[in-house]
């Protein structure tokens, strides 16, 4: 149902430059709540986007480009985001996350990529992999491993593989000391790593918490029960507004 003056939307919004997006959300029939949103609006980059869902899971989020830093095409300037969402207009997209948890039972969630990173930055990080209740590797030596959503594939995975996928998950081998190529798995795999020797951190997307691994310690990544939606996924990911920003303009 299209928002009015009499029901707006009620939004969260999460990012930076937060003033230039309160003035911006004045002309509309949306109104900032951030107890009880409707609609999370992060306004900045891909991190603002993620930040959001950290502190609103589940919630639906409409991500914006900080104009400050991002150039928009004259398709998608964010007034017209701001309108299509008010109007309900905004295609919808549904994007999976993943879990990883510990054997003590601590646990991460992530819409990007999780990743085992070395915590000594001189110092490699050894550790094992199986996927299911196969032993795909024996022993990986590297800067550590990534596993990473179709939607976070963009990220960190790319810059390792300088590839993308659109279906199941990704695992990259960061910086090994023997080559190993990175591999897509079914959604439904699970996929275990054990550290043989550490000491190794265990993060999730952006996010400043860190779970503290060393030897012995096992960690298994999973697809997660809870989705979440993104509404104009289309228009924040337009390649003829990425080229601006890649360009510098």
């Not at 149902?1 to 029901?7: E, G, K, L």
């Not at 991460?108 to 000594?120: A, C, H, R, T």
Request: proline share 6%.
């Amino acid at each position: 149902m299209p928002a009015t003056p009499a029901q707006p939307i009620r939004a969260a919004i999460r990012g930076r430059h937060l003033d230039d997006l309160r003035a911006l959300l004045r002309g509309f029939p949306i109104v900032v709540d951030n107890e009880h949103p409707d609609v999370v609006i992060s306004h900045g980059g891909d991190g603002s986007l993620l930040g959001a869902e950290r502190d609103y899971p589940g919630v639906p989020k409409c991500p914006l480009r900080d104009r400050r830093m991002n150039p928009k095409c004259p398709e998608h300037p964010n007034e017209r985001v701001l309108e299509l969402l008010t109007r309900g207009e905004l295609r919808e997209d549904r994007i999976g996350k993943l879990v990883a948890r510990t054997g003590d039972g601590r646990e991460l969630v992530g819409l990007n990529d999780l990743f085992i990173s070395k915590s000594i930055v001189s110092s490699a990080v050894r550790y094992r992999l199986w996927l299911d209740d196969e032993l795909y590797k024996g022993q990986i030596v590297g800067d550590g491993l990534v596993v990473a959503t179709p939607f976070g594939s963009t990220g960190y995975f790319r810059n390792i593989t300088h590839s993308l996928f659109r279906v199941g998950i990704g695992l990259a081998f960061n910086n090994c000391s023997d080559p190993v190529d990175h591999i897509i798995v079914r959604n439904d795999t699970v996929i275990r790593a054990e550290v043989i020797r550490g000491p190794a951190v265990l993060v999730a997307d952006n996010d400043p918490a860190r779970l503290d691994l060393d030897e012995g310690d096992v960690v298994t990544f999973s697809r997660c029960e809870q989705q979440t939606v993104i509404l104009g996924l289309d228009i924040f990911r337009c390649r003829e507004c990425y080229g601006l920003r890649e360009n510098g303009v």
